[in-house]
């Protein structure tokens, strides 16, 4: 933005000043012409008094006049006595003058050898006979030189006045658009979980309003965040305690039973109670998930793949399934959010190990692509069909090749990556197996 207001600053004093400069410009080489055929004029019309008088002294003082003419300017004047003289050129300017016409032209002047102004005018004596001619001839080089001084001056001081306005704009620009700078900072500490973060209400009216709104949401959504994660907090403990104790009057009713069938309704009600608890469990990670607001963090991918593994190779060696950590040792570092990363493999190893077979593989790999990290996890189960893939991240969606869990694993998983600015992706072959792509932004 500070590029284009001084742009447009300094194209608007450019305007300004080819407005000003090139008609004064112009009109100061028009002026210096009619000097120059001014100035001609007066030595011509005097020279040809001095050849109308025609007497001694007079045609002393026109060599004198004309000696001097020559010294003292680059031009050449030259005198022709008696009407019928002539220079041999039908068009020359002597002859015209001497035919009584006045003669002022400009072009190549063979006095001069060189281009130039010629005045002719023609002598006439008291009675109105021309009685001889008078030329003056002036080089144009001299008044070239003096049009390019004053082109040349116009456009020094132009580009010292751009030069001078850029950096007066630049002053400007920075001073009009820092309150804008302010409310950018504030808005990436926002974007980095900080919801204390405050601007000061300066500029103008406009700016100062948009700087006092997003103070007040600032606050509004810090409020709101807390109330929600002491929701959280409060909801995770009164869901869980009953369901727990439920659980456990459950399997005492179940150690106690002799009757079969009551063994097998008491069995049915705890797996329900199960299914309940990992419901709620999935719906307060959700929930987190879309409040957590906390600044990535730079996490060695490959450590906490590692730590997963070891917290599910019990789980995964009772189904008889391997897991396997592929990739570069140490693995690529990424920005993501503490705790966001475990439970996106945690989702993830509970939904392979759910639908892998006994004697299958899990394999997490990390690694670098191109302005990204790539992490994938891959299962040997049945896979889901790509039309339904799409539908795979949506809450409570469970798959008919993959039945088991609450159905809100991958859209934790969704929400935990698109937090941290990441993408997820499913590809595979129905049939043989599913791979989850996630992608995170490098540290």
């Known amino acids: 933005m500070i590029r284009q207001l001084v742009v ?42 001095l050849v109308a008088v025609g007497d001694t002294p007079s045609q002393q003082a026109l060599v004198r006049l004309t000696d001097a003419y020559q010294r003292q300017t680059p031009g050449r004047l030259s005198a022709v006595f008696g009407a019928s003289a002539s220079t041999g050129r039908p068009d020359d300017a002597i002859s015209r003058a001497l035919a009584g016409e006045r003669v002022v032209a400009w072009g190549y002047q063979p006095a001069l050898r060189a281009d130039g102004l010629v005045v002719a005018v023609p002598a006439r004596a008291g009675d109105g006979t021309v009685v001889g001619a008078v030329a003056v001839a002036y080089p144009s080089a001299p008044l070239r030189q ?48 900080d919801l204390t973060v405050q601007v000061q209400e300066s500029g103008p009216a406009e700016i100062r309003t948009l700087a006092r709104t997003l103070n007040t949401a600032t606050g509004t959504i810090d409020s709101l965040v ?130 892998g077979a006994p004697g299958t593989e899990v394999t997490v790999a990390a690694g670098t692509h191109p302005g990204h990290v790539l992490i994938s996890v891959r ?36 929400q935990l990556v698109e937090d941290d600015g990441g993408t997820v992706q499913l590809t595979g072959d129905p049939g043989d197996g599913l791979t989850v792509l996630l992608t995170f932004q490098p540290a």
Do not use: C
């Not at 456009?155 to 009009?176: E, H, K, T, Y």
């Not at 069995?267 to 309940?276: F, I, K």
């Open 226 to 355: 807390r109330s929600q994660r002491t929701f959280i907090a409060n909801a995770s403990h009164q869901l869980r305690t009953p369901l727990t104790a439920l659980r456990l009057s459950l399997d005492n009713i179940s150690d106690a039973a002799t009757d079969p069938a009551l063994r097998d309704d008491v069995e049915q009600a705890t797996a329900e109670v199960v299914r309940m608890s990992r419901l709620v469990n999935g719906l307060l990670a959700l929930a987190r998930a879309e409040g957590d607001v906390s600044a990535p963090e730079k996490v060695l991918t490959s450590d906490v793949i590692g730590e997963r593994f070891d917290a599910w190779r019990a789980a995964a060696e009772e189904k008889q399934i391997r897991l396997r950590q592929s990739g570069p040792s140490p693995g690529p570092v990424a920005l993501i959010t503490r705790g966001h990363l475990e439970q996106i493999l945690d989702n993830l190893l509970a939904n392979a190990l759910e639908s």
């Open 8 to 49: 447009t600053y300094v194209l608007l004093v450019a305007i300004a000043i080819a407005a000003f400069t090139v008609p004064v410009a112009w009109v100061l080489t028009e002026q210096l012409r009619q000097d120059a055929v001014s100035a001609a004029s007066r030595e011509a019309d005097t020279a040809a008094l």
């Open 379 to 414: 299962d040997q189960g049945p896979g889901i069909a790509p039309e339904l893939r799409e539908q795979a991240f949506e809450r409570f969606w469970r798959g008919g090749s993959r039945p088991g869990g609450s159905g809100l694993g991958l859209a934790i998983v969704k």
């Open 146 to 193: 003096r049009q390019w001084q004053i082109w040349g001056f116009r456009a020094g001081l132009a580009v010292g006045v751009l030069i001078a306005a850029a950096l007066l704009g630049l002053l400007l620009a920075r001073r009009v658009t820092s309150p804008l700078r302010a409310l950018t900072r504030m808005a990436g500490q926002l974007r980095d979980g």
